[in-house]
């Protein structure tokens, strides 16, 4: 399957998964998808994923996060960056998602980090995508 964007494919599994109110879903393994997939659990999220290896490649399962009335803890993801036309932040230009309720998600010179840590760490970069 050819795939020319396979970070807006993983935001877009994510997004019908929790729409399906399904518990996990499973996405094609890449580096950069599980430093996403990380951020994700690190800012609380999802509940937690792991890599497991099928027959042939490798897959990342999430699991993902609702509240006690099963109501999705993640409520909006949008891809920024585009492989047709990619958006670079500065560092003092690094956008607020959500008046700061949400992340943005940013590929740097110190690799995958959220807005927050592109901000104390003094680095801009690509903006892939924001979180909320």
Avoid at 14 to 32: D, E, F, G
Avoid at 38 to 56: N, P
Avoid at 92 to 107: Q, T
Wanted: aromatic share 6%; proline share 4%; charged share 25%.
């Amino acid at each position: 399957m050819n795939m020319s964007d396979p970070i807006a494919d993983l935001l877009t599994r994510i997004r019908n998964a929790i729409m399906a109110h399904h518990n996990q879903v499973v996405v094609p393994h890449s580096k950069l998808k599980l430093a996403i997939v990380s951020i994700l659990k690190e800012e609380g999220f999802i509940e937690r994923y792991e890599v497991v290896k099928d027959a042939s490649r490798q897959m990342i399962r999430i699991w993902l996060k609702y509240d006690d009335q099963r109501r999705p803890i993640l409520t909006g993801l949008r891809r920024v960056s585009k492989p047709g036309c990619r958006i670079y932040s500065k560092q003092d230009n690094i956008p607020w998602v959500h008046s700061g309720l949400g992340v943005a998600i940013l590929s740097t010179s110190k690799g995958v980090v959220t807005d927050s840590q592109a901000r104390h760490l003094g680095v801009g970069g690509e903006v892939l995508c924001y979180v909320w």
